[in-house]
């Protein structure tokens, strides 16, 4: 059993709405954060001796950034997909079916990997990333023996 360990930042931008759960009132304006993405895989290598290219996790997470992550109800989705470059294929939205919450970003990077990878992954997520000693994260999964 090997474990794999993947640190990756990326610079997205998100909003959630205000609800009753929602103390900063802040946040439900746009705005935008660093985020460090730490994933841990633990898992036996493969006939090729690899348990995954690193590239690959790397690439999962590169699909939120410099993306603005907003729930899929938000009407800015269609007000920022309208002016989307769309002559190049891009598209600037991530659409979460929950509130983009750092706990719901961190969920959305472990589904993706099993997704396309097959692997289970724990990501741990730092949103707003202003150095080692001043951060917030967030975890979702547990290794699995």
Known sequence: MHTIKVSEFFEAAHRIP??????????SRLHGHTYLA???????????????????????VKQLDHKTILYTADVL????SAVDDKAQGHSSVVEFQEYPTAENIAQWISEQIAK?????AKVDLCEGYHGSERTNWVSFGEMRN
Do not use: P, R, S
């Open 18 to 27: 205000d609800n009753e759960y929602l103390v900063t009132k802040q946040c």
């Open 38 to 60: 730490n994933i841990t895989i633990e898992a036996n290598n493969k006939e090729n001796g690899f348990v995954v290219d690193f590239a690959k996790i790397k690439n999962i």
């Open 77 to 80: 989705v269609q007000a920022i």
């Open 116 to 120: 396309q990878l097959g692997l289970f």
